[in-house]
């Protein structure tokens, strides 16, 4: 934790206000690992120090010292404890708990500007540190060890990840927990709970990510889906004073986070990874009082009363008087045989330096022609010795902005095969060998590669919503003047128009990639995620 502003005597008068003083003595143990959410302490006199433990061993991470105060990100969202804080030099704090943080970042703009930068700051100086209460203990060839740590590294949660096959201490840890080779991967949280082969859903438990919300209120808005679009919806819903939850079936960021780097997004002419847009716009939205739920999935709307229900996976059900919908599409997999088998273990669905890692030095595919597909493809030439696109049109031209097409057609790395498509994979428990074909010439290359990467056309995965709002054919939702294309038509029950974004059902609003008519791109997603707002509150006039 690099980051630690000196706060002046006027700036510690505000926070003086909304807190209590109090008088510590040295080595008192202020908050643990997996403590409800703790307070921000600003130090009056003596010294508090932060010490890590994710691995059983305490790790110290900073000191903070007279007008300096603790805390990070997770303060701002309300999870519990990931470090521990003891006293250094007996003095006296001020103690800020985290309902009067969010208060005060609420009212006090200069006050937002440095806790917001310091807790940022801190939340990426631990995740480059590995610092974090959590570790896992896995294998690059284990496809659930890979979904473990794309979770964790997209909810923006520090970790630390022992490989097994590579780390020389591996064996004692296997030994410490009485871990055999059939539990990979195991998640060791607090350096005390240990999990065996978990699901995302039990690792989210474990650590808290959705304690304290409360399932009895009626919202004003639930956001499905935290992609671009619905964390747009929750920045805008949550700062003008809506009550607002965003489900995530996995971890924020959407089909966006992806993305290895955006370069056309207005205001980052240097560009910025997909992960690194969702990681500001949580911390955003949660800075205003926006909740946030991930590793749960919406099974189902109950469209018939007002306010809607929505019933979590776990048959959970949740009131809203309005439902933005924005679930976003995910990526086609190829119709081939067995290629299901290799998802995690050489065939992936994103691009991120995560994958890279495991494919350095190797040639690798990449299947699309998109925007996406070309991302991928420069950012993989650089971490790997070849990557081969293939690509079913003729031209990259038609689907792809013109500085990717340049990207790719000046790097010796990227080799386009026109015309062409996956025709077989093949591998022992992992992928190692595959076959294209020129659908032109009928010619099948085959190759020596370990990992490909699909960025093919997408589709919604609107089943759920099937019996409740109007789905185009292909299962996009139809909203706004696109209503009146609907087979069968439908009956709109209200003497005004359905708004823009509004599906066939008033009050439900669809944002981002699964609506019809949208244009694929991050930064429409977060224009219709900010202006949809604007419509819920005349939804929720009505109501």
Not at 245 to 259: H, N
Request: some cysteine; aromatic content about 6%.
């Amino acid at each position: 934790m690099s980051y630690a502003p000196v706060l002046t005597e006027q700036q510690i008068a505000r926070i003086r206000a909304m807190s209590v003083t109090r008088d510590v003595v040295a080595d008192e143990v202020l908050y643990e690992p997996n403590d409800a959410t703790p307070p921000v302490y600003v130090v009056l006199s003596g010294a508090i120090t932060i010490y890590a433990g994710g691995s059983g061993d305490v790790q110290f991470v900073t000191t903070y010292t007279p007008g300096q105060f603790s805390g990070e990100l997770l303060m701002i969202a309300g999870r519990p404890s990931m470090y521990s804080c003891r006293v250094k030099e007996s003095g006296a704090l001020l103690e800020l708990q985290a309902r009067d943080l969010r208060s005060l970042i609420a009212k006090d703009t200069e006050l937002s500007d440095i806790f917001m930068q310091a807790f940022l700051a801190r939340r990426l100086s631990l995740k480059d540190a590995g610092h974090g209460n959590v570790m896992i203990l896995g294998s690059k060839y284990s496809a659930e060890t890979l979904t473990l740590r794309e979770f964790l590294t997209r909810d923006g949660d520090p970790f630390t990840y022992v490989d097994l096959d590579a780390d020389p201490i591996a064996q004692e840890f296997l030994d410490r927990f009485d871990i055999k080779l059939t539990d990979i991967p195991v998640v060791i949280c607090n350096a005390t709970q240990v999990l065996r082969n978990p699901t995302v859903r039990e690792v989210a438990d474990a650590l808290g990510l959705n304690a304290g919300f409360d399932a009895s209120q009626v919202l004003d808005v639930v956001v499905v889906g935290a992609g671009p679009a619905g964390l747009a919806a929750a920045v805008y819903a949550a700062s003008e004073g809506l009550n607002v939850l965003v489900i995530e079936q996995s971890a924020p960021g959407g089909q966006a986070g992806s993305s290895s780097k955006i370069e056309n997004y207005l205001g980052f002419p240097t560009g910025l990874s997909g992960n690194e847009l969702a990681s500001r716009a949580i911390a955003q939205s949660e800075k205003f009082g926006a909740q946030i739920m991930v590793a749960r999935t919406v099974k189902q709307l109950n469209c018939d009363d007002r306010p809607y229900s929505v019933v979590l996976d776990d048959g959970e059900t949740l009131l809203s008087r309005t439902i933005v919908l924005a679930t976003g599409a995910q990526y086609n997999r190829p119709a081939i045989a067995g290629i299901e088998q290799f998802v995690g273990r050489g065939v992936h669905y994103n691009a991120t330096f995560m994958e890279a890692q495991l494919c350095r030095d190797g040639e690798v595919v990449v299947i699309g022609g998109g925007n996406s597909a070309g991302q991928a493809a420069v950012f993989l030439a650089q971490h790997t010795s070849g990557v081969h696109m293939l690509v079913r049109s003729g031209v990259l031209a038609d689907t792809m902005s013109r500085y990717l097409v340049q990207r790719i057609e000046s790097s010796p790395q990227v080799h386009v095969h026109y015309g062409s498509e996956l025709t077989s994979v093949d591998g022992d428990g992992e992928l190692e060998r595959v076959s294209w074909m020129n659908k032109t010439s009928g010619e099948v290359t085959s190759a020596s590669i370990r990992h490909v990467f699909v960025m093919t056309g997408a589709s919604p995965h609107t089943e759920w919503l099937s019996s409740c709002v109007a789905l185009d054919r292909k299962g996009f939702i139809l909203s706004g003047r696109d209503l009146d294309t609907a087979t069968p038509p439908i009956s709109w029950p209200l003497k005004r128009a359905p708004y823009m974004l509004e599906t066939s059902l008033p009050g439900v609003f669809a944002v981002g990639d699964v609506r019809a008519s949208n244009i694929k791109r991050v930064a429409s997603a977060v224009g219709e995620g900010s202006i949809v707002i604007h419509m819920v509150h005349h939804a929720l006039a009505e109501s």
